[in-house]
């Protein structure tokens, strides 16, 4: 199932419930990490997406609550994801060692609770921990009015540091957004593109690069990746936290909708270009609608 077209639609299951408002989160920075999946302790993967959980954790953050503290109201909080800048997977390979020269520690305890050496003898343990890089994103959550005008509140000024997945990996600003009215589909689709300048930059190099020609190419829309947690949803994620709680943390599914969509770039009128043959004379005469679909990578949608 694919996530409703805001544009065409008419009235949905969302709009009947009326939910009141929509919290919009600019989740960017030089790094961010959402692990999904349970992993080695040596290895940490990232999604390619921001994770409910991840979101969640964030916004408790804001508000001050405690790890081992309840979730409560934050666990209904409907997510939309939509992805304006994938990033880049970067991948931190670093090794661990005893300064002093003794064998590491076996991660098991005895009956003690002590940590003997490894057997045989390591001396060296090596650890990959993967990012996104130069990625944003747009995190609009629908629920409750109240709610979000507290957790609007507390993500400007945070009890809390904010980390996007991972405590290394500080949001840049503007953070949040603010509210806005209407269906959690419609306000996705309705918000502007979120690139930065370098990231606009280099989507013209791409796409010119793409369509064979030697110069930058300004198109007038761009495809994004959105999803949209929705209990009609075709496809089932486990990142739904139900406690975050050092000794008990839980998560459990949720149903999403995913899509491409087409979303205007906001390029200035004059930079519009007209779009010649791959492979042709830069100047020469060409229909610009025969590759409307080319920044269009489907293969994108499948997880790293």
């Not at 790094?31 to 999604?47: I, K, P, S």
């Not at 486990?238 to 406690?243: E, G, L, Q, T």
């Amino acid at each position: 199932m694919t996530v409703p077209d805001p544009a065409h639609a008419t009235a949905t299951s969302a709009d009947a419930a009326g939910e009141p408002a929509v919290l919009l989160l600019r989740l960017a920075g030089p790094l961010q990490a959402w692990g999904y999946h349970v992993t080695a302790n040596n290895r940490r993967d990232t999604h390619s997406e921001p994770t409910k959980s991840g979101v969640v954790g964030l916004l408790a953050a804001a508000l001050g609550r405690d790890r081992d503290e309840p979730l409560g109201d934050l666990l209904d909080l409907r997510l939309g994801v939509r992805v304006d800048v994938p990033g880049t997977l970067l991948r931190d390979y670093h090794t661990v060692s005893d300064y002093r020269g003794r064998p590491l520690p076996q991660s098991g305890v005895s009956a003690k609770g002590v940590q003997r050496p490894t057997q045989p003898a390591k001396y060296t343990h090596v650890t990959s921990r993967y990012y996104l890089q130069d990625a944003t994103f747009l995190a609009a959550l629908a629920g409750p009015r109240d709610l979000l005008e507290r957790l609007d509140t507390a993500v400007r000024a945070p009890a809390f540091p904010l980390a996007l997945g991972r405590r290394s990996c500080p949001p840049s600003q503007p953070l949040a957004l603010g509210l806005r009215e209407g269906e959690l589909a419609r306000v996705i689709r309705d918000e502007p593109w979120l690139a930065s300048k370098r990231a606009r930059t280099q989507h013209a190099a791409r796409i010119g690069r793409e369509r064979g020609v030697n110069r930058p190419v300004y198109t007038a829309t761009t495809d994004v990746s959105v999803t949209v947690e929705s209990p009609d949803g075709d496809d089932e994620l486990r990142d739904a936290p139900v406690s975050f709680d050092p000794h008990a943390r839980r998560f459990t599914t949720r149903r999403v909708c995913r899509d491409w969509w087409e979303i205007p770039t906001g390029f200035p009128e004059a930079d519009l270009e007209p779009d010649p043959d791959p492979g042709s004379d830069p100047d020469s005469d060409a229909d610009p609608a025969a590759h409307d679909d080319a920044g269009h990578d489907p293969f994108a949608l499948l997880d790293r």
